[in-house]
């Protein structure tokens, strides 16, 4: 499962004159809903706000972020801008209460160019940190998995592959196995799925398997069974840039073995259709059902909204649902979670929509929806546009769900008549689609700002956002945003 979301952008953020790296802006909690109140903050209320600037004062975006299920710690990574003027990792560690940043630690790659992580993820006992990208190697762009001290943030172990020849290997997403003895990276190398399974404590190969079917074939989201014995990945696979299908695989968590494999190709079944890909997975708490989101092409439509359940034993096909949006052009499921029961599926992603502009639309709206888990029924679809017809548009990048399974939180960069794109964090009701709060945040600049990600914090009372914020003498940097929830 994508932790993470997937913005790509690279975020403009920039801090005032002075400003020392991870400087923490704790935030009047209680402005906007209850000032000169000593009670708890409202719900949406920032608590604090957290900014990282590189070495280069240049382009850092955060775009995957975990929390420590012990004791709440939140650690974000992304690239960040070095020196030379090429990217490295870097990855950091905050205080969850008050945002103040507890270590550092920046990788850059034997090629000394281009080093972007994609993922992050924690052990289940809080100790480790582990981060997933692309790295550039002496003659090709490789995997990159490396394992941090949680408490220090020193490099425990690290692991690259490099794929067949010049082909790039780049790895898009990470799950950790809920005892904690392994750890399992998907993305894609030498135009083919490649998954590797790491011991977590030494970082030795467990096993390793490609899948292809088609010309090229790239993996995108990875999610493990709940008794620790399967993943699931998925993503796209197919012929040609306009003919991809959804491709979802099974291994066998402890040796790699496939246990089977469903494509979904669109409306219908010919290989001149659309294109079909999926952005996100997520498996059940049961481990009786995976879940898929993404795009498929429609047939009166440009691309639909598309959201797949598959028994997660054989791979057969549940239910399919499938949304077009009123403006009639791309619908996108970007990302999805499960509520704790298991009877609800939330997922979110841009979708165009119907408006009173030259285009007849209001550009991407947050296009949110639920569905019952069993029978794939919508029971509510939610729309969120920042300005009406916005010039730049609204995409979502990430869903989480409350523990008690109550609320649905959406984030990602949202158009704004003055400021650009900001941060738009909006809380839904699972059971009705109310609206709940939505929080929006503006960095130094006023200009352009986009969240990445979003996490929980162990108790479920606060939410941390992550992206890229624009500020007054930098470019893009690293912004950390905890609100009450």
């Known amino acids: 499962m994508r932790v993470t979301g997937g913005h790509l952008r690279r975020g403009r953020i920039v801090l005032t004159a002075g400003v020392v790296l991870g400087l923490s802006l704790p935030a009047l909690a209680s402005a906007t809903a209850s000032a000169g109140s000593s009670g708890p903050a409202a719900a949406g209320a920032q608590l604090w706000v957290s900014q990282y600037n590189g070495p280069a004062n240049s382009f850092d975006g955060a775009r995957a972020e975990a929390v420590s299920p012990t004791d ?177 695989v099974a291994y066998n968590a402890a040796t790699g073995a496939r246990m089977w494999v469903s494509r979904y190709n669109g409306l219908d079944n010919s290989k001149a259709n659309g294109s079909e890909f999926a952005n996100d997975i997520t498996v059940g708490p049961g481990g009786q059902t995976v879940y898929i989101t993404g795009g498929s092409s429609g047939r009166t439509s440009d691309t639909d909204f598309t959201t797949i359940a598959y028994k997660a034993s054989t791979g057969a096909q549940l239910w399919i649902s499938r949304y077009n949006g009123s403006g009639n052009l791309i619908d996108d499921g970007f990302a999805l979670a499960i509520t704790p029961n298991g ?101 130094p600049d006023h200009s352009f700002d986009g969240a990445a990600a979003l996490a929980l914090s162990p108790s479920g009372n606060a939410l941390y956002v992550v992206g890229g914020d624009t500020g007054i003498t930098s470019e893009d940097d690293f912004g950390t945003v905890a609100y009450q929830t």
């Not at 392994?182 to 977590?200: E, I, P």
């Not at 119907?354 to 929806?369: C, E």
């Open 343 to 443: 009877r609800t599926v939330v997922a979110t992603g841009p979708s165009w929509g119907k408006g009173s502009n030259a285009d007849h639309s209001t550009n991407t709206d947050y296009a949110t929806i639920a569905y019952d888990a069993s029978t794939g029924a919508t029971r509510w679809v939610k729309r969120y546009s920042g300005v009406p017809d916005g010039y730049d548009g609204d995409n979502p990048f990430g869903v989480v769900i409350s523990p008690d399974g109550a609320t649905a939180y959406v984030t990602g960069e949202s158009d704004s008549l003055h400021t650009e794109d900001d941060y738009a964090t909006v809380a839904y009701s699972v059971a009705t689609g109310a609206r709940l709060w939505v929080s929006r945040y503006d960095g």
């Open 72 to 248: 709440g710690t939140v650690f974000v990574t992304g690239p960040s801008d070095a020196a030379n003027g090429e990217a490295d990792y870097a990855t950091v560690a905050y205080n969850p209460a008050t945002g103040d940043q507890l270590w550092v630690t920046r990788y850059n790659g034997p090629g000394n160019a281009l080093d972007e992580p994609e993922a992050i993820g924690v052990s289940p006992d809080g100790g480790t940190v582990f981060v997933t990208g692309f790295s550039a190697g002496a003659t090709s762009l490789d995997y990159a998995t490396i394992a941090y001290s949680a408490t220090t943030g020193a490099q425990l172990w690290i692991q690259r592959h490099a794929g067949a020849g010049q082909a790039p290997s780049e790895a898009k997403a990470l799950v950790v196995s809920h005892n904690g003895s392994a750890v399992y990276v998907t993305g894609y190398s030498a135009n083919q799925y490649f998954t590797v399974a790491y011991n977590a404590t030494t970082g030795a190969r467990l096993w390793s398997r490609g899948y292809a079917d088609g010309s090229i074939s790239q993996a995108r989201s990875i999610a493990i069974s709940p008794n620790d014995k399967a993943i699931y990945v998925t993503g796209r696979s197919g012929f040609s840039p306009y003919n991809f299908d959804d491709a979802t």
